[in-house]
T-cell receptor, first 111, second 113 residues
C-alpha cells in the first residue's frame, strides 16, 4: 500500500521567516495531495491541495509544489505568523480510495 | 448540518465495557472515514464507507472494532471490551467523492480507565 513520509517532525521558525515541510510518497499512481492544519485540540482542516496535473499551487502565503518524477511534494509558508503554529499533515490519495497521511509536522512560530 | 458532527465529544469508560461513537456526515457526502489519533500522534486509518459498497475494514486494529453506516448517512463505530490502549481521539471525516479533500468532525476523545 501507499506510504507517506513527512519531514521534519518539528520545525521552529522566527515570525516572518519561511517554513517548508516535505513529504514523499511511494505509489506512483497517487494523484491528489492535500495538506491539513490541526491546531491544538481542534480538528484537522484542509488548507490547500494539489492534483497531479499541476506542479504548483498558491493561496496567499501558502504554496504547495509537486514533483511527480521524484514522488515528493512540499508545503511552503511565507511570512510566518504566530497563528500558523499548529501540526501540519500531508496526505496522498491513490486508487485505494482513501488518504494516507504523513506523520505530521509540529510548526512553532516564535514571535 | 453544515459540518461533520460527532458524538459524544468526550467519553470515559471502564476497561472491558463497550462503547459506541457516532458520526453524522455532511449531507450528500458519499464517502465516510474513521481515523484514530493517539496523543501527539498521526492519523491512523480505521475504516472507509463509499455509497452502498462494502466497507474497507483493512485498518481496524482488532475484531473488537466494528462500524456500520445506515442508509448511506450516519455511521457508528463500536468498540467492544475496551482496553486502555484504545484511548485516543476518534475522528470521522466525509467527502463529496473519494478523491476530494475530507472534512473532519471534531472527534470523540475516548478515555479507558
Amino acid at each position: 500500500g501507499e506510504n507517506v513520509e513527512q519531514h521534519p517532525s518539528t520545525l521552529s521558525v522566527q515570525e516572518g521567516d519561511s517554513a517548508v515541510i516535505k513529504c514523499t510518497y511511494s505509489d506512483s499512481a497517487s494523484n491528489y495531495f492535500p495538506w491539513y492544519k490541526q491546531e491544538l485540540g481542534k480538528r484537522p482542516q484542509l488548507i490547500i491541495d494539489i492534483r497531479s496535473n499541476v506542479g504548483e499551487k498558491k493561496d496567499q502565503r501558502i504554496a504547495v509544489t509537486l514533483n511527480k518524477t521524484a514522488k515528493h511534494f512540499s508545503l511552503h509558508i511565507t511570512e510566518t505568523q504566530p497563528e500558523d503554529s499548529a501540526v501540519y499533515f500531508c496526505a496522498s490519495y491513490n486508487a485505494g480510495n482513501m488518504l494516507t497521511f504523513g506523520g505530521g509536522t509540529r510548526l512553532m512560530v516564535k514571535p | 448540518g453544515a459540518g461533520v458532527s460527532q458524538s459524544p465529544s468526550n467519553k470515559v469508560t471502564e476497561k472491558g465495557k463497550d462503547v459506541e461513537l457516532r458520526c453524522d456526515p455532511i449531507s450528500g457526502h458519499t464517502a465516510l472515514y474513521w481515523y484514530r489519533q493517539s496523543l501527539g500522534q498521526g492519523l491512523e486509518f480505521l475504516i472507509y464507507f463509499q455509497g452502498n459498497s462494502a466497507p474497507d475494514k483493512s485498518g481496524l486494529p482488532s475484531d473488537r472494532f466494528s462500524a456500520e453506516r445506515t442508509g448511506g448517512s450516519v455511521s457508528t463505530l463500536t468498540i467492544q471490551r475496551t482496553q486502555q490502549e484504545d484511548s485516543a481521539v476518534y475522528l470521522c471525516a466525509s467527502s463529496l467523492q473519494e478523491w476530494y479533500g475530507y472534512t473532519f468532525g471534531s472527534g470523540t476523545r475516548l478515555t479507558v480507565v
